[in-house]
Every structure is written in C-alpha cells, then in structure tokens.
C-alpha cells in the first residue's frame, strides 16, 4: 500500500502493478481504484499501470473543508501519485467519465509528462453554468 503526499498534504492511496512505461487511470466520479481490477492484469503485461483514489473515496485522505475538493486539487493529487509512483516519467493516462476530464486537463497542464490519452465516455467538463450549478446542487 503506498500513498503520495498532495500539494496540500493530503494523502492520496495508489498502487503500482506491473513493469514498463506508466499507465496512469482515473475513475468515474464515486469510484475507487478497485474501479480498473478486472483491466490490471492484462495492462500490466505491457505498462506499469498507476491506479489511485480520488481523495475523500476509497483509501485517501478526507479533507473536512469543501474548498479543497476542487479539480486543480485533484490535478495536484494525480501529479503527486505520477511522481511518486512513476517519477514523472512520461506515460499514458486513462480515463472514464470524470477520470476523462482530469486527465485531459493533466495533458493540457503537462504536456511533456503525457505520451497519449484515453478517454471513455467522458467530455469537457461543463460548459454551461446552470448545468454546474445544478449538478453541483445534486451532489450538495
């Protein structure tokens, strides 16, 4: 069990399994890194595969304060877990539904650390206000 220490300090859960360059994969919203189990096996045949939890899911830390449950924080945190288990070395990134937009914002961010994406059943992110507000409402 490892963990890589966030920006803030949060500690966020990652595991490594597996040789090669790093195949770093992000969740659906309210997932864990359980999430890519039935995939580990046959990914690690040809990359290290990075998987993590989000903080507040699963094993990471739970910071008491909403502010800091933030995409930039999650982007902090996906830095942190990439230097810690892959040193930031170059690798590919995968991602399902919001694992999709943190990861293209990592390549928007990082570009030099992201070889190619993946991206399932995922978009932008939301480009209508109400839409934001409404979803962020939902979740409370």
Known sequence: MAFAASADGTKIFYEVVGTGPP??????SFS???????QVEAFSKHWR?????????????????PGRYTLDS???DL???????AD??????????????????????HADRVRA????????GFKNPEALAGWQEMLG
């Open 74 to 76: 999650v982007l902090e």
């Open 23 to 28: 195949l770093l994969l992000q969740t659906a």
């Open 117 to 124: 994406l993946g991206l399932v059943n995922t978009g932008p």
């Open 88 to 109: 930031l070395e170059p690798g590919y990134l995968g991602g399902l539904s919001v694992g999709g937009l943190v990861s293209l914002c990592y390549a928007l961010r």
């Open 49 to 65: 595969v990075v998987t993590w939890d989000y903080r507040g899911h699963g094993r990471s830390e739970a910071p008491p304060e």
């Open 79 to 85: 830095e942190a877990v990439h230097q810690s288990a």
């Open 32 to 38: 864990t890194a359980r999430h890519w189990e039935g």
